[in-house]
């Protein structure tokens, strides 16, 4: 998978837009690069002692602030809080659609290429490690169903693994989507 690709695919793509009546606006990168020609999305594991989502796989991302402006500034904001990526060295191209989670949020996920390779500045009291998982990883991945014990009540999710690193909710969704937007191109 070229760079090239998900470019043209991401950036022919027509998002859909939901409004924020209820929820907190968010929003995420998803930062893709080249590491020895493979194509690969940048994650973050988030550390245990994060108020919201702790210990999960996420994009770099967060919650909206007036100052943001709109959810593209949000997201280029906390991707240079949590990981040190400047604005200047993300080439923004294009947004996926936007998502509700059952945790209240209402995430604006857009598309961005970064530099590789690249001095990370890790946030370490939000960020425990960055993942690195290959675009082929993600194409070739099947979903698993399983229960997990969330907010005091069981419940059945859709995830996928990575070194060992079980990915779900949002973030898992988020990457499926951009797998069938590439894949439909």
Known sequence: MRLSRIRQSVTNYRPCKLEYTTGTRA??????????????????????????????ISFPGGMYEEA????????????????????????????????????????????????????????????????????????GSKLVREQIEYGGKAETIDCMYYNGERIWGATCRILLKLKQIVHDE
Do not use: W
């Open 27 to 56: 929003s995420v990168m998803l930062p893709l690069f080249e590491k020895e020609d493979d194509l690969h999305i940048l994650l973050t594991k988030r550390t245990n002692g994060m108020k919201v989502h702790p210990g999960e």
């Open 68 to 139: 943001d402006a709109d959810t593209m500034k949000t997201a280029l904001r906390e991707c240079r809080e949590e990981i040190g990526v400047g604005s200047n060295d993300v080439e923004i191209v294009g947004r996926l659609d936007d998502m509700a989670t059952h945790t209240g949020f209402v995430i604006t996920p857009y598309v961005g290429i970064i530099p590789y390779p690249y001095r990370f500045k890790i946030n370490q009291k939000e960020v425990a490690y960055l993942i690195y998982l290959p675009f082929e990883h993600l194409r």
